[in-house]
């Protein structure tokens, strides 16, 4: 039977990432550390061939996938983008501790939001449409290998709703420029919309 793998990877690390700061839809480059640490796991360490390759429309992202697939031209899909933190973007836990609305949408209540910005209700219902949406149309064109660079929280958002094993989302927090291959059974897909972890990237 024909199975198909995705996987999923993170963005190299931005100057926001380095300060600790909420990076949601600030559309940032990769910083001179994260273009360094993403060459030098490029270098040691192997990334998977991909018949196609799916970004979020963030530079971050797009640039990450540019280092680590040169010869692909990314599918860009703007659900695949950040959060959008609004009133909490560019600011540290430390700096939003106080916050009576930080600490409730950090507690992963579905209905609180950043000031001005996206529910995590919101961001789980788009992040996980996208996904079954590039899974099924993989599957219907008979792609059998595919890449998505992203971001962490669209990364651990679609491997705590689809991923097995079935883990909460902080289990699936992922280092930059690293991720989770997945493996996919059409006939387990069409019944329960799961899919098997089978690796980390790189190896």
Known sequence: ??????????NAL??????????GQTDEPLCEEGILQLKDLIEN??????????????LRCIQTAANIYPENKPIIITDLSECNFGEFEGHTADELSASEEFSLWLKGSQDAA?????????FSKRVRECFIKIVDGLIKTGTTSASIITHGGVIMTILS????????????????????????????????NKAE?????PD
């Open 114 to 122: 950043p000031p001005f910005g996206e529910s995590n209700r919101d």
């Open 14 to 23: 931005t100057q926001g990432n380095t300060e600790g700061k909420y990076i």
């Open 45 to 58: 360490y192997n990334y998977p061939k991909a018949e196609a390759v799916f970004s979020s429309p963030l």
């Open 197 to 201: 972890v089978i690796s980390e990237i």
């Open 1 to 10: 039977m024909k199975t198909y793998k995705i996987f999923l990877i993170r």
């Open 161 to 192: 709703s689809f991923g097995l094993p079935e883990l909460s989302m902080h289990e699936w927090l992922t280092p930059s420029g690293c991720g989770f291959t997945l493996c996919i059974t059409p006939s387990i897909w069409s019944r329960i």
